[in-house]
Structure formats: structure tokens, C-alpha cells
């Protein structure tokens, strides 16, 4: 224990608010384009990582020697000129992309719909562990699902097996195309409300260009989009629904997917897709004894580039909060081990391209690791979305899954903080950035951020940062460098992901999972961890 102690001096907070405001007024300035991969900004982007990694002292992690991972990748670009109508009782209503509807288009070329059956699917939920299938003896061929938001617990005022208020995976979007594509639909179409999404509709309007990994292969699911009020009132107004019985009756048990007859779905429009290779950057401290036993921080280096300008005319999107800080935090982390003795297990740090994009960089690494997942003790995921001074909590995003957590709540205890659960599990953040795909792998994953409950002005205020910021500027160009931030609720989140890095690689010890589905999945590899 002495010599633990001895190794761990040093762990105390040593990462400064003006290290982290520093970098992050670079990676937000315009000179990196808004950090698009593929675009402009990459470059600019990679380039600044590797000079602060190779500045410190890290040695490169990549291939054959590299700092870097390549990850083949294809861009879609909808081009001008897309349509998106309903037809209604013999009634056309076209819908105004972008201010009434969002339309995504997944195969390159002419996409053209027409007349296409819509047909309500509930949740659009395929879940065997609570027995709940809306598509279940359905036949979808060449039909568009509508569907709702979030998962049947949500506002339903009790437990119905999905978790309660904390969003289950089946209710992320994705999970919801995945199922209607496997059950024969051409199209999703989903019921947008800003809490059961967890953000505004203005942040899936617009449409950003979106990537999916190489090769281009051809989606039996042509469409997707979401439907603002302003579309979805009317339809069921006309329809003689109500959206609150449509959701009491997708929560009963047995609900199948029912035809919404006289309503017809037509689409158009053209996508270009362009080949390209992004890249993750990845440095590291070899360990002294045990350099195979690797602890791995990760954060997100892009942002969404160059896209359709806002009302001021810009086009950027920073992404100055959104992972500038995150991106920020990663480095004054790894400056702070090179600075610190070195310890038993080797310590990476990588920067992970595309997580805007469907967590592509991260998803490609644990399929692709450099070093083996079996033997990787834990990752530490920095990708905080806020901007807050000084806090007095932490809070844990996605709690009750691995022993991790009750390291961090004993770390942060040592800074003076708190650690307490997310204020809005129903947004599902666990499966929604970097650390999920090595959660999915079976490694023990860690995320958190700052929390908002303020040393001045306590919760009132830290929400009042964080709600403003969630309905302005997440993923808009207004995601800017502000100067008038003190980022110190960064530090402190940075201060504590390392201290209990330290902790991890320093010990011996290998974290666990509370949830027995990921902890079956680590024990297939328990041998490799002796």
C-alpha cells in the first residue's frame, strides 16, 4: 500500500481551467473548419493532436508505428431538390423539409418512393427480453413505419419492463430503423416532441451530411425522418387520433403494428456518396510491469464541419462544447500522466473521429484494436457537453453497470465532489458516444461529466447554462469559443478522470460489470486477465 501511495502522488487536481480554455479556443477557432471528417478541418485537427501528444512526451500508438488508425468511411450528401409528402384520404400534403419534417435518404443515387403504406408501429420496439415486438406478424414489405419517440416506460408513470424512466437501446432511433429494416419496411418516419427525443426538432432538420462505414452497401431501408408537430397534428388531426391514445395503446403488451389505410408516403430525392479515409490519433505511455494491461481514455475529436448556415450566415459548427472541451480534457489528462511517474499498466489516450456520425471511429477501433480488448482494464470516456464553472457534483451517465462506479464516487469524494445520477436518463447518453462500443465488447466503460449543480448559484443555475445551451446551440454554429468561460467544472471532470486513471494503472485489480449480460461477455475472456 505504501508504495501504491507513492505512485499515486501526484493524482491530487493538477490540470488547470486555462490549459483546457487554451486548447479548446484552438480546436474551436474557424482555422479548423468546424472539425468535419473528411473535410477541411481534419487535417488541421489531426495535425494539432499529434503536436500536443508528441510535445508531451506520449509515443504514438497508430499502426506500423503511426500516431494514427485509418477508418474507411463513405460521406452521403443529399443534394437539393429532395421532397417529402403525405397523402391523406386522397389529400396531398407535402411537407416543408427542414422546418416541418427531416428526411434522410441511405442509398447513393435516385431514391424515388411513391404511394408507400404507413403504417403505426408503436415504439417500433424489437425487445426478447421483455417479449415486446411491434412488428410481430406483420408484413411491412414496401410500407413506411411511423413511430414514436423514447420507449414505452417513458411518461408512462410506471416500470413496464423497460428500464422506467432511463431509455432502454431499443429506444434509440437507431435500434428503431435496425428493427423496421429487418421486419421488411422501405421507410421510418418518427413522431418528433422535444423531451421524448431529448432535443429540439431544429437539431434533426437540417440536413447535415451523414457516413456510414466502407463499403457503400445498398439498405433495404430507403428513408428515414422525423416529423415536427406541425406535420404529425394535422396528420392525426385529420386522421381523428390522438397522440395519447396512440401511446397508451403501443404500452399494452401484445401491440402489433397497426396499417394507417387511407395515408400514403411518397419521397424523393438524390444522394452522392464519396469514399474517404478518416482517422482516430492514439498515443501512449507504455506501463512499467505490465505494459500489455492497458488503460484507455478516448474523447471524440470531430464536430459537424461545414454545413447549412444559420440565420447570422454561419456555417460553421465549432463544436466548441461538443468535443472541443471533451478533446481539450484529453489532453491535459495525458500531459498530466507524462508529467507524473510512470505506472504498472500502460496508459492510452485516443482521439476518435466520426462519433457525430454514428460513434464510427470508436466503433471501428473495438472492432479493429490495437492492443487487445481482453486486456484492456477500462475506458474512461470524455465527453462532457456542458460549459460550467465550478460544480460541486459529478454526474454519472447510464449508473448501475460496472464497479468503475464506485472508484469514481470514491475519487471524486477525495476533490470534493459528489457523484449523482443523470438528471435526464430518458435521453439514453449511454448509448450515444464512445465509450458504448467497447461497453458492447464486454470492457468495463466509464462515463461522466460535470455536474450542474454550481458551487454559486447551485442547481438553478447550472440548468439554466445547460438548457439554454441543449435548446440553442447543441450542434449548431452558436457551439462557439466563448471567452467568457472559465472552464473550471472541465478541470475539475478532468482532474477526476485522472486521478482514478492513475488508480487503474497503478493497480491490479481488473473492474467489473453489475450488469450480467456484459459481465457474461467479459468472463468469456477472464483467462487472458490472470
Same mark, same amino acid.
Request: hydrophobic share 45%; charged share 20%; glycine share 10%.
Given at each position: ?17 486555462a ?54 468511411l ?33 442509398n ?111 439498405s ?33 403488451p ?38 500489455? =494491461?492497458?488503460? #484507455?481514455? /478516448? !474523447?471524440?475529436?470531430? $464536430?459537424?464541419g461545414?454545413?447549412? @448556415?444559420?440565420? *447570422?450566415?454561419? &456555417? ?39 462519433? =457525430?456520425?454514428? #460513434?464510427? /471511429? !470508436?466503433?471501428?477501433? $473495438?472492432?479493429?484494436?490495437?492492443? @487487445?480488448?481482453? *486486456?484492456?482494464? &477500462? ?17 454519472l ?12 464516487t ?30 458492447? &465488447? ?35 454554429p ?27 494503472a497503478a ?7 453489475t ?5 457474461t ?10
Open positions: 500500500m505504501l508504495l501504491l501511495s507513492l505512485l499515486l502522488a501526484g493524482a491530487a487536481p493538477t490540470i488547470s481551467p490549459e483546457i480554455k487554451a486548447d479548446v479556443r484552438e480546436l474551436a477557432s474557424d482555422a479548423f473548419a468546424g472539425r468535419g471528417p473528411g473535410e477541411d478541418g481534419e487535417a488541421a485537427t489531426l495535425a494539432y493532436l499529434e503536436r500536443q501528444f508528441a510535445s508531451a512526451g506520449l509515443q504514438p500508438a497508430g499502426k506500423n508505428g503511426s500516431w494514427y488508425q485509418d477508418v474507411p463513405v460521406r452521403l450528401d443529399r443534394l437539393p431538390g429532395a421532397a417529402l409528402s403525405l397523402t391523406v384520404a386522397g389529400r396531398p400534403m407535402p411537407l416543408a423539409i427542414g422546418r416541418e419534417a427531416s428526411l434522410g435518404l441511405a447513393a443515387g435516385r431514391t424515388q418512393i411513391t404511394d408507400a403504406p404507413l403504417v403505426f408501429a408503436g415504439f417500433g420496439i424489437v425487445d426478447p427480453a421483455t417479449g415486446h415486438d411491434d412488428f410481430a406478424g406483420v408484413d411491412m414489405t414496401g410500407k413506411v413505419a411511423l413511430v414514436l419517440a423514447n420507449d414505452p416506460d417513458f411518461e408512462a408513470g410506471k416500470d413496464l419492463g423497460f428500464e422506467g424512466k432511463r431509455l432502454v437501446i431499443g429506444g434509440r432511433v437507431g435500434s428503431k430503423f435496425a428493427a423496421a429494416r429487418k421486419a421488411g419496411a422501405i421507410g421510418v418516419l418518427v413522431i418528433h416532441e422535444d423531451a421524448a427525443a431529448s432535443y429540439p426538432f431544429s437539431q434533426v432538420a437540417q440536413p447535415l451530411p451523414s457516413a456510414v462505414p466502407a463499403p457503400l452497401t445498398t433495404s431501408l430507403q428513408m428515414t425522418g422525423w416529423l415536427d408537430r406541425s406535420a404529425w397534428a394535422p396528420l392525426l388531426k385529420t386522421l381523428k387520433l390522438d397522440l395519447a391514445t396512440l401511446k397508451a395503446r403501443a404500452r399494452v401484445g401491440f402489433r403494428a397497426m396499417p394507417l389505410d387511407a395515408v400514403k408516403v411518397s419521397a424523393s430525392g438524390e444522394v452522392k456518396a464519396m469514399p474517404f479515409t478518416s482517422r482516430n490519433i492514439i498515443a501512449r505511455l507504455p506501463g512499467t510491469t505490465r505494459p500489455d =494491461e492497458v488503460v #484507455l481514455y /478516448g !474523447a471524440h475529436w470531430d $464536430a459537424n461545414r454545413n447549412a @448556415p444559420d440565420a *447570422t450566415g454561419d &456555417a460553421i459548427r465549432n463544436g466548441a462544447v461538443d468535443n472541443g472541451i471533451g478533446t481539450a480534457e484529453l489532453l491535459a489528462v495525458a500531459r498530466a500522466f507524462a508529467k507524473a511517474p510512470r505506472l504498472g499498466r500502460t496508459v492510452m489516450f485516443a482521439a476518435w473521429t466520426a462519433e =457525430e456520425k454514428g #460513434l464510427l /471511429g !470508436a466503433s471501428f477501433y $473495438a472492432a479493429h484494436p490495437f492492443t @487487445p480488448l481482453e *486486456t484492456t482494464v &477500462a475506458v474512461i470516456n470524455l465527453d462532457p457537453h456542458v460549459a460550467l464553472p465550478t460544480s460541486t457534483t459529478i454526474e451517465i447510464g449508473g448501475g453497470r460496472t464497479t468503475l462506479e464506485d472508484e469514481l470514491r475519487v471524486a469524494a477525495q476533490q470534493g465532489l459528489r457523484v449523482v445520477p443523470e438528471p435526464s436518463p430518458e435521453a439514453g447518453w449511454y448509448f450515444r458516444s464512445d465509450h458504448y462500443p467497447f461497453a458492447s &465488447a464486454g470492457v468495463p466503460a466509464l462515463a461522466f461529466r460535470i455536474g450542474r449543480d454550481l458551487a454559486a448559484g447551485g442547481a438553478a443555475a447550472g440548468n439554466r447554462i445547460v438548457e439554454r445551451y441543449n435548446a440553442r446551440c447543441y450542434h449548431q452558436c457551439d462557439a469559443f466563448d471567452a467568457a468561460w472559465t472552464a473550471q467544472g472541465a478541470a475539475q471532470e478532468a482532474n477526476v478522470a485522472f486521478a482514478l486513471g492513475r488508480e487503474l493497480g491490479r485489480s481488473w473492474p467489473d460489470w450488469d450480467p449480460a456484459l459481465q461477455k467479459r468472463d468469456m475472456s477472464k483467462a487472458r486477465r490472470q
